[in-house]
Nanobody
Framework: QVQLVESGGGLVQAGGSLRLSCVASGRTFSSYSMGWFRQAPGKEREFVATIRLSAPSTSYADSVKGRFTISRDNAKNTVYLEMNSLKPEDTAVYYC????????????????????WGQGTQVTVSS
């Protein structure tokens, strides 16, 4: 399994931006479908975004569409989550996830769709 390490979280005011990064170990990163999930206190982990191996390559939760962008750099074994126009309700621990091979297009995804997880990075948005 691939090892994942997230970074880039922090405290930001509402309306601000952050970019999360997730670096994966291993030499076959390009063959992994990648995702971002988040978990707020007292809530279940929820899907944020995925980037798949084939078109349409990206999917987003309705709550982040138009504000968040997922991308990947296979040369750097890294997946990114660019977060703009942040809201207090975006406050959560954000987790990077990986699944070897393709991930079929759906409007939403679940934790069980992914096999490997990072340790998470805290994002706090103040009002």
């Amino acid at each position: 399994q691939v090892q994942l390490v997230e970074s880039g979280g922090g405290l930001v005011q509402a309306g601000g931006s952050l970019r999360l990064s997730c670096v994966a170990s291993g030499r076959t990163f390009s063959s992994y479908s990648m995702g971002w999930f988040r978990q707020a206190p007292g809530k279940e982990r929820e899907f944020v975004a995925t980037i798949r191996l084939s078109a349409p390559s990206t999917s987003y939760a309705d709550s982040v569409k138009g504000r968040f962008t997922i991308s990947r750099d296979n040369a750097k074994n890294t997946v990114y989550l660019e977060m703009n126009s942040l809201k207090p309700e975006d406050t959560a621990v954000y987790y990077c996830a990986a699944r070897e091979g393709p991930l079929y297009y759906r409007s939403t995804y679940y934790s069980a769709d992914f096999r490997s997880w990072g340790q998470g990075t805290q994002v706090t948005v103040s009002s």
